[in-house]
Every structure is written in structure tokens, then in C-alpha cells.
């Protein structure tokens, strides 16, 4: 369990301060597999850097498993490490150790010994899918090779959390594929509570059980991410979501749209049980107008359905309104404004 208390981070002394962090509360449970987005320059690195220590906050408190980790000893902070094993999205090997030599690192730090070594090594090679690249050394492998080495090096010590810092935006689509279900792989088989940061929405959607987006030092909103997919509260949520649902219409498109008199666009959202329900025919039957589908998709989000449509009402605007009303009570309606929201 990760808790983040009112933390802080600034950095710089004088009038050349910059807030990275700004009085963050969070909790990463037991288990789960929680990501943060946020733009670049968000502060989602530090935040993620103050998990084990490479940054201290500057006020607040971040308890991992139990411990408030600004104030444990050093050789407590040395223990508290190999618990929290971390990916990089530059990998961040050595090149002039082999794949072997790359897993086995963390283990020499603790001393173990060479047969128990030997043995990790070639459990976790088997694990990441790398057991004929042993003996290769890092600039003979792929970028998604690269990244199983250092999941392989960061589960080494045997963790309890794993942190990822961008850890596939280095990858192209189909490697990223691969390193997220591992990491899910991870989560499920070894019970490894996984904290990650990313820019991209997808990463969250496809992984994520619990979400929290960034902006300027602070956490402007977290929860489940199917709810935040449904219902997300403010502007940024709002555009990442879009980014990945592509379900904003082009402006140009819309200024069109809003050119004929009567439109009334609605942007329907439908989650859980109404995705799977005839609920737009039914209830414009039941006051009898008719729609039209203009634009939207249908997911697939933690083993459930969510669309997301714009639609056009035609009808007097008495049984528009009514529609709307009786929509809004099952479904989330809202209207689409002139600059698409
Ligand atoms: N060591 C440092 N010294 C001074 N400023 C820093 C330091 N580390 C980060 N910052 C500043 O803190 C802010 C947050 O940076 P951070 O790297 O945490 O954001 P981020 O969301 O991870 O962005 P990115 O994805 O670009 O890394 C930025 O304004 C950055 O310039």
C-alpha cells in the first residue's frame, strides 16, 4: 500500500522555486495496478520518485507498506527498496553487462548467493520470455527486448511494488501490447501492487484498475477508471479521454452541424446495463421523434461496454426536451456545444 499525505515537492531555493508537487493525497491499495497521466511538466515523475526515496518531499508524508519513509533509517530505506522495483522508459541498463548480468545486479547488492542467483536469473528470463538472450547484451536487443530485462531486473529482489515511469513510450504500438500485458501478467501472478505514470490514455484504459490525472503539481481528479471514462469531471480528463475514444467531431465538422437550424446535438453516454438496452429508440418512439446517430464509439473498458454517441434530435422542441429529460434519468445526456464539449 502506497499513501501519499498532503505532499509536497518544491524544488529550488529563493525566487527561483518550482512547485512540482502540490499538496497531493492518494492511495494506492494492496494488489491493484494504478496509473497517473498528466501532461509533461504534470509532476507526475516526482510524485513517483518520492515513492522510494530518490526525491524527499518537501512537506507531507508518503507511507509505503506501512512505513512513513522520510523518517525511517538508512538501513531500513536500503530494505525498503528491494521492496519497490522500478522501469524506466529509457530502460536504464547497464551495456556492458549481458542480459544475465543486467537481472542478477540487485541480487549481488543483497549478496546472495551465486546458485540461488543462477536460479532467479533463469526463473525470471523464462518469466519476461527472454531465456535465448542470456548471453546478449543490451544493444543486440529490441526496445520491448530491452524493457523485459529491466522488468525482469526490477521484480529481481522479489517486490511487492512496481513503479513504471513511462514505461512503454519508447515502444511502438504492438511491443506496447506486449509489455502492458506482462505487466498485467505480473499483477495477477505475483500479486505486485503497480503504480505507473504515462502521457497516454491508452496505457491507463488497457491496464488500470484506478486512475488519478495530474495537472500543475496537483491530483485534479482520481477514482475507478471506468467511472472517470464515463463521467470525467474537468477540461483535461475531458481531452485525454477524447484521445482515445475518438469521440470529438472535428470543429469543422460541428460548425457545419450547428449551421442548420434546428439541430440539437447530444452527446449520449451509455455505461454498464444501458449500453446493452434499445434505450434511444425506445424512448424517442415514446414521444415520437426520431435521431440520428452523427458520431461515436463503443468500448470495451474492465470487462464492461461504454459508448459514447452525438446524436440529432428532430421533433418539436416540447418532446426534445421531454426526450432529453428521460434519457438524462438512465443515461448521462449532454448538449454538444458549438466548440464540442
Ligand atoms: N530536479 C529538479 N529540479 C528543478 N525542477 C525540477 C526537477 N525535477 C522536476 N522539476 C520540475 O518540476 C515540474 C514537474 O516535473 P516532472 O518531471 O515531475 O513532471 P512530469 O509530469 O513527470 O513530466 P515529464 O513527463 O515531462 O517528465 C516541472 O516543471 C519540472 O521542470
Known amino acids: 500500500m502506497i499513501k501519499f499525505e498532503e505532499v509536497s515537492k518544491v524544488f529550488g531555493t529563493g525566487d527561483k522555486t518550482v512547485q512540482a508537487v502540490q499538496n497531493v493525497s492518494l492511495t494506492v491499495n494492496k494488489g491493484e495496478i494504478f496509473g ?13 520518485r518520492l515513492v522510494n526515496l530518490l526525491e524527499r518531499p518537501s ?10 519513509i522520510s523518517s525511517i533509517s538508512k538501513d531500513e530505506l536500503r530494505k525498503l527498496r528491494r521492496r519497490i522495483g522500478m522501469i524506466f522508459q529509457s530502460f536504464n541498463l ?18 546472495t548467493n551465486k546458485q540461488e542467483i543462477d ?29 523485459r530485462v529491466g ?7 522479489s517486490p511487492d511494488i512496481l513503479i513504471c515511469d513511462e514505461a512503454t513510450s519508447a515502444l511502438d504500438p504492438e511491443t506496447t501490447g506486449e509489455i502492458l500485458n506482462l505487466l498485467k501478467k505480473i499483477n495477477k501472478e505475483y500479486n505486485i501492487t503497480i503504480l505507473l505514470i504515462t502521457h497516454e490514455m491508452h496505457v491507463i484504459r488497457t491496464i488500470c484498475d484506478r486512475m488519478a490525472v495530474m495537472e500543475n503539481g496537483e491530483v485534479i481528479e482520481e477514482g ?16 485525454f ?15 457545419k452541424l450547428h449551421e442548420k437550424p434546428a439541430a440539437r446535438l447530444y452527446r449520449v453516454v451509455f455505461t454498464g446495463e444501458a ?54 434519468e438512465i443515461v448521462e445526456v449532454r448538449e454538444v456545444a458549438h466548440h464540442g464539449s
Request: glycine share 6%; hydrophobic share 35%; no cysteine.
Open 36 to 48: 497517473i497521466v498528466g501532461f509533461s511538466g504534470a509532476g507526475k515523475s516526482t510524485l513517483i
Open 59 to 68: 512537506s507531507g508524508k508518503v507511507i509505503v507498506n506501512d512505513f512513513e
Open 94 to 111: 547497464f551495456n556492458s553487462r549481458t542480459v544475465s548480468g543486467n537481472i542478477a545486479y540487485p541480487l549481488k547488492l543483497t549478496r
Open 119 to 147: 536460479r532467479r536469473v533463469k526463473e525470471l528470463l523464462q518469466f519476461v520470455g527472454l531465456e535465448d538472450k542470456a548471453d546478449k547484451y543490451p544493444e543486440q536487443l529490441s526496445g520491448g527486448q530491452r524493457q
Open 151 to 157: 522488468i525482469a531486473r526490477a521484480l529481481a529482489t
Open 224 to 239: 475507478n477508471v471506468y467511472d472517470i471514462f464515463s463521467n470525467p469531471q474537468s477540461k483535461t480528463t475531458q481531452s
Open 241 to 255: 479521454i477524447s484521445s482515445v475514444l475518438n469521440d470529438k467531431l472535428s470543429p469543422r465538422l460541428l460548425a
Open 275 to 328: 449500453s446493452s438496452e434499445p434505450l434511444l429508440s425506445r424512448v424517442t418512439r415514446k414521444h415520437q421523434i426520431d435521431f440520428n446517430i452523427i458520431y461515436g464509439s463503443i468500448n470495451e473498458l474492465q470487462d464492461q461496454l461504454f459508448g459514447s454517441l452525438v446524436v440529432e434530435f428532430y421533433g418539436e422542441k416540447s418532446e426534445v426536451d421531454n426526450v432529453v429529460k428521460e434519457l438524462s
